[in-house]
């Protein structure tokens, strides 16, 4: 066993300032992991300190995060939730040897496979195959998509899901580019509209989520809404009001604790959703949940190496299985993203609460231990 350090610093790079509202969600997140570690007796007898640098909500911000925290001398870091940003910071991780646990949901950073990256959320392509399966089941074979093709997560999972739709069934009726600087959202919803689609597909976050939602409640149109990961937020269900309800969303495991049944996972969720709701006053967002598991995946990858160099922890976290909130991950040196279509759920909003929809629960009572 390698000498262990007096503290063992675990490195977060996420938006404090900026567009990206989220990284204040992840950072709230990972603070809450570090503290029940520390309340725990840390990691192997020692101290554990999160050390966060702001990326801005910028490519080149995280890049130059990154390599703040990794000449601090962190085990390894616990990556942005702006898939943008963390895909610029790939290319640097070969270059320090440090791991990098990406929060952002985009599926290319660990396809293909890069030795130090690795990711929490689940990707944009198993999420696009979860939503095709429900549209299938409700017999929802036209959809109309939107998507912000100026987010590298909303843009690559549509590509994915485009890539997926015969196989399921399902025909693109109309697709629908907006921007994130999209104000008027009345055109995409006139065009879905006419197209004769039987749903919307929103993959869409932030400013144009909310934006999408409100317009299309406003024109009234009689199809459901099912949006990806990017709405699983309180934040979105806050600022669409009362019009959010019905709109059919995405989620981990977490969202809709309180639907699942009795299980080990379920457990796990609790013991992050009790304290956090305690600290904060209301449930963990997606992106909470995320910067939560990024943590707990590097102390998990510490305890299994029983050493805190960061070339000890990349070795631990190649063939890692952990229990987390969002799911049991099973990395290996093919696999970085860990999860499965399984880990996620589909919920509907409902006063203003993620609910499990009857089809999801069904599904996931069969597959949770």
């Not at 007096?6 to 490195?11: A, F, V």
């Not at 669409?240 to 699942?260: E, K, N, Q, R």
């Amino acid at each position: 066993m390698q000498q262990v350090p007096r503290q063992i610093l675990i490195g977060q790079v996420t938006s404090l300032t900026g567009s990206n509202y989220m990284g204040l969600e992840n950072r709230d997140g990972a603070e809450l992991a570090v503290r029940q570690l520390n309340d725990a007796g840390g990691l192997l007898g020692c101290p554990v300190q999160l050390v966060v640098e702001d990326d801005a909500s910028v490519p080149q911000g995280a890049v130059d995060a990154y390599h703040r925290l990794a000449d601090l001398g962190v085990v390894a870091v616990v990556g942005t939730s702006f898939s943008n940003a963390s895909l610029a910071v790939l290319p640097h991780t070969d270059e320090r040897e440090l791991v990098y646990v990406s929060t952002g949901a985009a599926h290319t950073q660990v396809d293909p496979v890069r030795p130090y990256v690795f990711m929490t959320p689940p990707t944009g392509r198993l999420v696009a195959a979860q939503l095709l399966r429900y549209f299938r089941a409700h017999g929802l074979t036209r959809i109309g998509v939107v998507f912000d093709s100026d987010s590298v997560f909303n843009r690559e999972a549509w590509a994915a899901q485009r890539t997926m739709l015969d196989q399921f069934g399902i025909e693109a009726a109309t697709v629908e580019p907006v921007r994130v600087d999209t104000l008027d959202f009345g055109p995409a919803v006139a065009a879905v509209d006419q197209s004769g689609a039987h749903a919307l597909m929103a993959w869409v976050t932030g400013p144009p989520a909310t934006g999408l939602a409100r317009e299309f409640r406003t024109a009234g149109l009689g199809i459901p809404v099912v949006a990806g990961l990017g709405a699983a937020t309180p934040a979105f269900v806050e600022e669409v009001g009362p019009d959010a309800d019905g709109i059919v969303v995405a989620t981990s495991l977490v969202g809709v604790a309180s639907d699942l049944p009795a299980s080990a996972t379920r457990a796990a969720i609790t013991a992050l959703t009790e304290p956090f709701e305690q600290r904060h006053g209301v449930p963990p967002s997606q992106f909470a949940v995320d910067g939560y598991t990024a943590v707990s995946l590097i102390a998990a990858a510490v305890e299994a190496a029983d050493d805190a160099a960061p070339r000890a922890v990349r070795e631990a976290m190649d063939s890692l299985t952990c229990l987390t909130p969002e799911g049991e991950y099973h990395f290996s040196p093919t696999n970085h993203s860990g999860l499965d279509v399984n880990d996620v759920a589909v919920a509907v909003i409902r006063d203003g609460r993620f609910r499990l929809t009857p089809w999801s629960r069904s599904e996931l009572h069969r597959h949770l231990k």
